[in-house]
């Protein structure tokens, strides 16, 4: 079946946009988890969800990244009033049921570049 | 979130066996050990996970230490396309991973 997929896969935009970028899970996993990664870097957590509940929005840098998954499949990272700063590459994984024992599956990212 | 130690890179050969260690001194009782590896411009995989014993799957084995404090991934024969950088995370009840530094691993043609 489809893995994880992301989209846009590459974006471009200018200081002060906002942004969404787009998680599509693996069909029928309860799980999803965004992380952002800097070049050279190991992922950094944001956020995750279990079904449409937000678990854990800790790694969220600030008021400007915010996260949801209204329907329990598909979510939405959106950055407000984007900076240089937010420039990485965004990735979201999935995981099933055995939340703690399962592996994540990783989709491809999202390469932010903010102008 | 326990915390894991890594080195920073590695070297092996070619069709050689490569043992990537991890200190974890500050594991509890329930922290499972996993191991995730990133290939150049891809999203993490994950390799294995074990709690006490050792673990055997096709990609690898983990051996875990007795008083768990720390464990070694094994790559029983490496090839090019394992150089990666490899992460060895623990997982508790929170479902969260926290990602280190990884050891950067290169195999030598």
Redesign the interface.
Known sequence: GAGVSQSPRYKVTKRGQDVALRCDPISGHV?L?W?RQALG?????LT?F?YEAQ??KS?LPNDRFSAERPEGSISTLTIQRTEQRDSAMY?C?S?GRD???N???????TRLTVL | DAKTTQPNSMESNEEEPVHLPCNHSTISGTD?IHW?R?LPS?????VI?GLTSNVNNRMASLAIAEDRKSSTLILHRATLRDAA?Y?CIL????????????TRLHILP
């Open positions: 799980s988890y992380y870097q190991g992922p950094e957590f995750y279990n678990q854990d790694g990735r994984a995981s939340r703690v024992y592996e994540q599956f990783f989709g491809p990212g | 499972y995730y990133q891809q999203g993490p995989e994950y996970h950088v992460y997982r508790g009840r929170d479902d969260k991973i926290i990602f280190g530094k990884g």
